[in-house]
């Protein structure tokens, strides 16, 4: 059965030209896009993507990163789309979690820029894709 996930290259992923080679792998996976966007958000939407990390010491870092420039967003489907870009991306500290091979464990050397995001949960993903693309 087939999902939907939301996926962000992240203003340091658009920053260093990495956009063409995430969407090389989300499609070298079998995955495929459905939207894909450029966009600078505003507080406003940051804050909604990432209500779940309000409070927390790197949420106002987290806000002033993820507006500071375009990224891309997209929505990317395929059979457990959800898990699979969560694997092509890797874990969230680029060094000690996401490994090589994994976008953020390739390219990556900071938690704070970590070039990707991917929805987390079923939930999340139908939370976010309602938040990014509302006419879907
Ligand atoms: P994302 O939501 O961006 O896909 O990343 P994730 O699920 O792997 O990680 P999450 O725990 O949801 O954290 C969201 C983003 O906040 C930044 N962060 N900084 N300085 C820190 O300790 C810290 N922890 C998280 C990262 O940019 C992370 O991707
Ligand atoms: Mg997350």
Redesign the pocket.
Known sequence: MSERTLVLVKPDGVQRKLVGEVLSRIERKGLSLVAAELRTIDDELAAQH?A??DGKP?FN??LE?ITSGPLLAAVVEGPRAIAAFRQL?G??DPVEKATPGTIRGDFGLE??F?L???S?SAESAAREIKLWFPAL
Do not use: K, P, R, S
């Open positions: 990432y779940e990390h790197f870092d987290l990163f991306a874990g969230t938690t704070q970590n990707v995001h991917g987390d």
